[in-house]
């Protein structure tokens, strides 16, 4: 059993790694309806703390657990849905699901990229790829590439 108090020490820790990102998984335990009655918090903390273009993905752990579930399937995925949240229950005692919600995580996030509303240039946009001069070196050599006329 987790005690309220566990809930705000994670939550109090946690809310400096929402700033500058790209994407969260908010994790509950199928099991605990304590930890499904968090999911509010976490959630506002998320959308405050993080930029409008933060891909939140809804985790419902420990699915191996299902004898013993507290909170039913249907419920959390109406809840994701009218919160803009992709939804999974996973266990990672079995590994259901666990590689299915990063992917699509990484998959809404690039879609974001590649759709113009998360610009992985500006400062504070969760993304890092790579050498930074290289990329710069690389648009250089582009620019100057299409300067370059053989007429």
């Not at 703390?49 to 809804?58: E, K, N, Q, R, T």
């Not at 590649?114 to 504070?124: F, K, N, T, V």
């Not at 710069?136 to 300067?147: F, V």
């Amino acid at each position: 059993m987790h005690s309220a108090a566990t809930f705000k020490c994670f939550r109090s820790a946690t809310r400096s790694y929402y700033r500058g990102s790209a994407g969260a998984l908010l994790a509950y335990d199928i099991s605990c309806r304590e930890s499904y009655n968090a999911l509010t918090n976490w959630l506002r903390d998320a959308r405050t703390l993080a930029s409008s273009s933060l891909v939140i993905f809804l985790m419902g752990d420990k699915k191996d657990l299902d004898a013993e579930r507290e909170v039913k399937f249907l419920k959390t995925s109406r809840f994701a849905q009218e919160n803009d949240m992709l939804f999974l229950e996973t266990s990672p005692m079995t590994g259901e699901n666990i590689e299915e919600t990063f992917l699509k995580c990484a998959r809404s996030i690039l879609a974001k990229i590649e759709s113009g509303d998360l610009d992985p240039e500006r400062m504070g946009s969760g993304i890092q790829y790579g050498d930074a001069a290289l990329r710069r070196s690389q648009r250089q050599q582009a620019k100057t590439e299409k300067k370059v006329c053989d007429c």
